[in-house]
């Protein structure tokens, strides 16, 4: 089992930044991919970023290049996500989620992902 929890959502005005954080532990392996999606109500869950921790290779939705960066810090096992010039829309609950392989599916189905955290929730007011 991995466990992953995230922390450093909050409330923030449209054109603000925030850094979340995504601690994996527990049966972790060597090679994951680590991805954050996110869910609003009454919609479905998105993939937003994602990044592999043995290559460094990242992955972005559309609508988030250019504002957020993923990054992997290997030794603590911790995933980050900053987010630059939020809008209204970024709002929703921001879920961390590990692909311990050995195959990887396409990074942006949630359904590739064998480990999820609860999530930390973002809000952008309009």
């Known amino acids: 089992q991995v466990q992953l929890v995230e922390s450093g959502g909050a409330s923030v005005q449209a054109g603000g930044s925030l850094r979340l954080s995504c601690v994996a532990s527990?049966?972790?392996?060597?090679?994951?991919?680590m991805a954050w999606f996110r869910q609003a109500p009454e919609r479905e869950r998105e993939g937003v970023a994602a990044?592999?921790?043995?290559?460094?290779?990242?992955n972005y939705a559309d609508s988030v290049k250019g504002r957020f960066t993923i990054a992997s810090d290997n030794a603590s096992n911790t995933v980050y996500l900053q987010m630059n010039n939020l809008k209204p829309e970024d709002t929703g609950m921001y879920i961390c989620?590990?692909?311990?392989?050995?195959?990887?599916?396409?990074?942006?189905?949630?359904?590739?992902?064998?480990?999820w955290g609860q999530g930390t929730q973002v809000s952008v007011p309009s």
């Open positions: 989620a590990a692909d311990r392989g050995p195959v990887y599916g396409a990074w942006i189905r949630p359904a590739s992902y064998d480990a």
């Open positions: 527990g049966h972790t392996y060597s090679r994951m991919r």
């Open positions: 990044i592999n921790n043995w290559d460094g290779r990242t």
